[in-house]
């Protein structure tokens, strides 16, 4: 069975690091912060609500899908993330794109699981 396909696409930490492998063996082997905590103090709150929302929904759909699901995180200031951002038709952020057709804007985990549920998973 393939994984399912989620592609999420919003302005990350401009400090939130470059191999999130790398980054996530440091954090566990305590030699900083965690990689979505690093910088988030420079933001404002609100923004660093969301954004810690948005990284703990990541963690959730990992821990409870695991193999299942391919999480793939697009920052529409980059090349890729923009050019995602006009094929998706994605004006608001975060946006949920799963397998390439269904979309979920928000933070809406409850729908985000229908549409997963509705994928397969």
């Known amino acids: 069975m393939q994984p399912v396909r989620v592609e999420v696409i919003s302005p990350l930490p ?22 979505y905590a690093r910088g988030l103090e420079e933001y404002p709150p609100d923004w660093q609500e969301d954004f810690q929302r948005l990284s703990d929904l990541f963690l959730e759909l990992a821990a409870r899908h695991g ?12 090349l890729q993330g923009m050019f995602k951002s006009i094929r998706y038709g994605v004006r608001r952020y975060p946006t949920f794109v799963v397998n390439g057709h269904e979309k979920v804007t928000g933070l809406d985990a409850a729908l985000l699981e229908q549409v997963l549920r509705s994928q397969g998973l």
Do not use: F, H, Q, Y
């Not at 690091?17 to 912060?33: D, I, P, Q, S, Y």
């Not at 193999?67 to 529409?76: C, F, G, V, Y």
């Open 67 to 78: 193999e299942n699901i391919l999480i793939r995180i697009w920052d529409p200031r980059s």
């Open 14 to 35: 401009e400090g939130w690091g470059v191999c999130l492998t790398c980054e996530a063996m440091m954090a566990r082997a305590n030699l900083g912060k965690v990689p």
